[in-house]
């Protein structure tokens, strides 16, 4: 059955519709129509009738008779079918044409007319070639749709119009593109600027010993790159108009200069249809088909096959540029949402990834952070939010920026995840979600860890064993009144914890906790690798994990964050606790000079003492218990002093009357970073002075 692709047919008159007028019934073969005496001739003009068809004495047209040479000439040859490799034989000008697409293929010869030029069929005898030909155009015009169609992206797209129509249809075609092209209903901006997008040609070559070939043609069809459509130029009237035109025509020979550029005519000999490309706003650019002087030339119904080509292609286009906003906008939403860059926090190194489930799905509830905490602490987390869509990702964001501001009150653990399970059900009903918050303190070499609902992390050990941590696995995050716990275990130097979301070792093919063993056996394999004595590099490490899957291991997003534990030696830590008095920062002073000579650090001693003193000055006048007093020597030298005043200190420019409130003033220029975090049961405030010059 013959397939009818849509076109341009509702935007033109009915005499502007040849190829409806003059489509053969598909018993015309069996049922002769026989002339008419006294039939009128031929007409000719745009609204004379169908080009191409004599009418009968009812005024019915019949295609392909004597005489029916479009534009109103008679004893031309009728119109060729694109593409056609099974016309009717008979005397005919051929044309070597190879499958659509397959350069460098044998030609396949493609009658252009079925009657020799100056010959009638018999009167009273259908045009069996002409209704061939017309079925030939259609199907086409249908494969060439399809192919057009599906292209995703714009360069598919372009792709798909240029290999269905070279060689088949034309020698050589020409893509612009407005430049920059308008999304959905944006207005254009000024000036209209068309930019050469593709250009695609092939050419006849000889090869001795071997029939015409059709080869890849690597000079490109000289035609300017950019071009600026002036307001009431011919180009701009030609696009305005929408419908092809004749490279021959008043019109195009106006605008095919205009839009090649003044250096770049058309070539000699050549035929061409300019085809505005519209979408479904506005004209978004222009194709130009072109054919060799050797070819049979371009006939009115081409100007239709050309529209029908330009339309699909305009509209392809046109989805493929929203869809490219959104995979955008999907893309920042999901970038924004996801940690830039991963903390550098004392004695532990990270690495992090985060793959969405498909090309398609960009977006997901996968996330990953790590939080810096006071006492060198970090705070690590996974979670998972049920589906992968822009609500997923969008409450992904709310639970993520909630789970920030619960690290940074100090809380366990388990309290972090009550509060998100709270927030959770404010957010909604069925907000659904997994997590897993774990704390490490480097100078305990201790990791406490609270789930809900999450996978179990596997923690790499030194010398190549790969352990499922043992924690209990709680409640998702959503469900409420349920309790979470909190277990306490070791984090020797070396080790490496890996946290991960189920998309890394569930999917279709295998369940859970099989992905889990084999995702303990790849870590295990992987640290062979290096030996006993050395862990396997952090980021290496994250690339092979990955390579664990398959392709049907992806039927969710992935989110992987990896920590190897380096932790502080006790050597490397001093703390002491001092009285809330007036001598405190004169003993924080004493202390911190020993520690310094210890470690070899003299030569930051009047710093260190003049920053500790300020500090601890500011901590006594607040407090009513011991203040704490820590430093840790690691490639910088850190100073946390904490008190039980929640109150935290601001910097302020002090007036030339006040005695005091010039103390952060002083920390703030000479410390290489320094800040307060409040506890649940106070404060701390730090600094840190580089080690070396």
């Known amino acids: 059955m013959t397939e009818h692709p849509t076109s341009h047919e509702g935007r033109q008159p009915l005499a502007a519709r040849p190829h409806e007028r003059t489509r053969p019934r598909q018993q015309a073969a069996e049922t002769p129509v026989p002339a008419q005496p006294g039939a009128p001739g031929p007409r000719s003009g745009a609204d004379g009738g169908a080009p191409g068809a004599r009418h009968t004495g009812r005024g019915a047209p019949v295609p392909g008779q004597a005489g029916g040479q479009p534009g109103g000439q008679p004893g031309a040859p009728a119109p060729a079918a694109p593409g056609d490799e099974h016309a009717a034989t008979g005397t ?17 010869a493609v009658p252009v007319s079925a009657t020799a030029p100056g010959t009638a069929s018999p009167p009273g005898t259908p045009d069996l070639a002409a209704a061939r030909r017309e079925g030939d155009r259609l199907r086409f015009v249908g494969a060439a749709t399809r192919r057009i169609a599906r292209g995703i992206d714009l360069d598919e797209i372009v792709l798909g119009l240029c290999r269905a129509t070279v060689p088949t249809f034309s020698d050589a075609i020409l893509v612009y593109l407005r430049d920059p092209l308008p999304v959905g209903d944006e207005r254009p901006v ?8 593709r250009t695609d040609r092939l050419r006849l070559t000889d090869v001795e010993g071997e029939e015409m070939m059709l080869v890849p043609d690597p000079d490109p069809t000289p035609a300017a790159e950019l071009c600026e459509v002036r307001s009431g130029g011919a180009l701009a009237e030609v696009l305005r108009g929408v419908r092809p035109v004749f490279g021959d025509s008043a019109a195009a020979r106006a605008a095919l200069p205009e839009l090649l550029g003044p250096e770049h005519g058309l070539p000699r000999g050549h035929r061409a249809i300019l085809a505005p490309l519209r979408g479904r706003r506005r004209v978004i650019g222009a194709a130009v088909f072109l054919r060799r002087p050797e070819r049979p030339g371009f006939e009115p119904n081409d100007l239709l096959v050309a529209a029908q080509l330009a339309t ?32 550098q926090p004392t004695g532990v190194r990270l690495a992090s990834r985060y793959l969405p489930a498909a090309e398609t799905a ?26 992968h869509s822009m609500t997923s ?32 059900q404010r957010l909604g009903q069925d907000r659904m979600a997994t997590c897993m918050y774990a704390v490490y303190d480097p100078v305990s070499h201790r990791i406490t860890i609270a789930n809900a609902g999450h996978p179990p992390p596997i923690l790499l050990h030194l010398g190549g064993r790969a352990e499922v941590l043992r924690v209990p696995p709680g409640a998702p995050i959503g469900v409420g009144g349920v309790d979470f716990e909190a277990v306490e275990l070791d984090a020797p130097a070396g080790a490496t914890l890996l946290l991960y979301t189920d998309g890394l070792v569930e999917s279709r093919l295998r369940d859970v906790w099989t992905g889990i063993e084999q995702l303990r056996e790849r870590l295990a394999a992987t640290a062979q690798l290096t030996g006993p004595d050395h862990s396997p590099p952090l980021e290496a490490l994250c690339d092979d994990i990955l390579d664990m899957l398959g392709p049907g291991d992806r039927d969710d997003d992935i989110a992987l964050l990896a920590a190897r534990f380096d932790g502080i030696a006790p050597s490397d830590v001093a703390y002491w606790f001092l009285e809330p008095e ?10 911190a000079r020993r520690a310094l000579a210890r470690w070899d650090l003299e030569e930051l001693s009047d710093s260190v003492e003049l920053l500790i003193s300020e500090v601890v000055t500011n901590a006594v006048r607040y407090a009513e218990r011991p203040v704490t007093l820590r ?38 220029r000479l410390a290489r970073r320094w800040g307060a975090t409040r506890l649940s049961g106070g404060k701390v405030v730090w600094f840190e002075l580089a080690t070396r010059p």
């Open 312 to 343: 699909h292609t305009a509209l392809g286009i046109d989805k493929a540029v929203l869809y490219g906003r959104e995979a955008y906008i999907a893309d920042e939403l999901q970038r924004t949402m996801l940690p830039d860059s991963l903390p």
């Open 92 to 108: 005919a000008a051929t044309h070597p044409t190879p499958p659509a697409g397959g350069a460098g293929t044998p030609a396949a």
């Open 393 to 424: 990702a969008a409450i992904m964001g709310q639970l993520r920026t909630t789970a920030q501001t619960l690290a940074g009150l100090d809380l366990p653990p388990q309290e972090v995840l009550h509060h998100l399970d709270e927030q959770a």
């Open 362 to 387: 960009r977006v997901g509830g996968d996330w990953y952070d790590a939080i810096p905490l006071p006492g060198s602490r970090v705070a690590l987390v996974v979670g998972d939010v049920m589906g």
């Open 190 to 197: 000024a000036p209209f600027v068309l930019r050469l997008r």
């Open 582 to 591: 007036d001598a405190a920062p004169g003993r924080a002073r004493r202390l």
């Open 631 to 668: 430093l840790l020597k690691t490639d910088v030298l850190r100073c946390e002093v904490g008190d039980d005043s929640p109150q935290l200190p601001r910097q302020r420019r002090a007036r030339d009357t006040d005695e005091g409130g010039r103390g952060l003033f002083l920390v703030n």
